[in-house]
């Protein structure tokens, strides 16, 4: 450790909370060095051996539950189309998205009107939205790998990030999926949206994985890219503190996600008339993510070595145990629990991974058809959210194995 209480090599750039600005964050939990490119899936296996690690100091704000990776260097990580972090390969998760893009539809005046996609992927969900709600798509971003320019549904793709500049085409609705977790500076994008927003009326959505399930569990999704953990008091303090009128702020996707409504210069709607149908977070929901930090740091050195141990006793046992989903979530699993490449497979549904390898570790993606008659008797899985998808792919397939939740 260095004098100021920092680890050895790393960068303490940022002290205060970004979320509420009235409290210094306090180191909770040093996780050591993990991968930075999560959603890179490399050509060989010396390719993924030898890509870069980063290293992960969390620290929360004890005023309102915001984390944060103290250790974040935004210079490691390169954003391009050789990254692939796309789930609509997934039925239950494009179902989910579907649902949602109703909602915003339904709940907001989009016909005629203009969509700003930030973080928009390979643009899914922004032409699902554009079709339906009648309107207009504006879509950034670096790892989007398709067609750039206008679409039939009515967008406008861009491989790059928002500029959000003065030139940035007025909108009416902001969304910004799994995007915003990311950024260095997540209280300055609010603000300058904000800003772009005038006195013109103008709605936004948020969804970023939910800090209060990440961090009450092993914290498989605690990983590099993501350099802010939100729960949702700390979420809507953020919003709130940027100018943004909070409408509405719940869990989707069976807990896993959270997402927040927000508005400026419009009426209504009024909070708790949303997807969640409640009230927004009190001092209650801050009091129990403190106390899942309080304990993170434990838990999750305890569930790797639950992990380590159990893939040791299946092996011991004469079982062939695999991994199905080699997402961020499986990349930090493996990572922390087998560095060494026990498993005997690792499949995933979306066919650009097939045959690539994941960074740090090299394990090998596979489709879920090379499970048959491959004589695995456990799958672990990461995502519980999946659960009843892939039971019912591996009955597809005639696999008999038993689902393990990591």
């Known amino acids: 450790m260095t004098d100021a209480g920092t680890p050895a090599g790393v960068r303490r750039s940022v002290h205060r909370c970004a979320a509420c600005g009235r409290h210094d964050l306090v180191p909770f939990a040093d996780l050591g060095e993990i991968p930075v490119f999560c959603g890179v899936h490399w050509a060989s296996r010396a390719e993924a051996l030898a890509s870069p690690l980063g290293r992960m100091w969390l620290a929360y704000c004890p005023e309102c539950g915001y984390v944060r990776n103290l250790a974040f260097d935004p210079d490691v990580l390169v954003y391009d189309t050789t990254m692939d972090t796309n789930l609509h390969h997934s039925p239950a998760f494009g179902a989910f998205s579907a649902e949602l893009v109703k909602h915003l539809a339904e709940r907001y005046p989009l016909r005629g009107g203009t969509v700003l996609d930030i973080g928009c992927g390979q643009g899914e969900f922004l032409r699902e939205l554009c079709s339906v709600a009648n309107c207009r798509g504006l879509g950034y971003d670096a790892m989007y790998a398709g067609t750039v320019g206008p679409d039939p549904s009515g967008a406008v793709f861009h491989s790059g990030p928002a500029p959000l500049n003065d030139g940035t085409p007025a909108f009416d609705l902001v969304t910004s999926r799994h995007w915003f977790e990311h950024l260095d500076d997540p209280f300055g994008f609010l603000v300058r949206l904000r800003e772009l927003a005038g006195t013109r009326p103008v709605y936004g959505y948020l969804e970023v994985p939910d800090a209060a399930y990440d961090l009450a569990t092993a914290g498989w999704e605690v990983i590099y890219p993501h350099v802010s953990y939100f729960d949702g008091y700390s979420l809507c303090r953020i919003a709130q503190r940027a100018g943004w009128r909070v409408t509405d702020t719940g869990r989707l996707f069976s807990g896993m996600f959270r997402f927040v ?21 009190g001092l209650a929901d801050r009091e129990r993510q403190l106390t899942s930090i309080a304990g993170f740091a434990g838990r999750h050195a305890a569930e790797r070595k639950r992990w380590r141990d159990t893939i040791d006793r299946l092996i011991a046992d004469g079982d062939r145990p695999v991994l199905w989903g080699a997402g961020s979530r499986g990349v930090q699993f493996l990572h922390l629990a087998d560095p060494d490449r026990r498993l005997a497979a690792v499949v995933d549904v979306n066919p650009r991974k097939w045959g690539r390898y994941l960074p740090v570790t090299g394990h090998e993606v596979t489709a879920p058809a090379t499970l048959v008659g491959s004589d695995t008797r456990s799958v672990i899985i990461t995502n519980p959210a999946y659960r009843d998808e892939i039971d019912a792919a591996l009955r597809q397939l005639g696999v008999t194995a038993t689902l393990l939740v990591a």
């Open 261 to 281: 409504e927000i508005s400026v210069n419009a009426p209504g709607p009024v909070p708790g008339s949303g997807l969640s149908g409640a009230a927004l977070p």
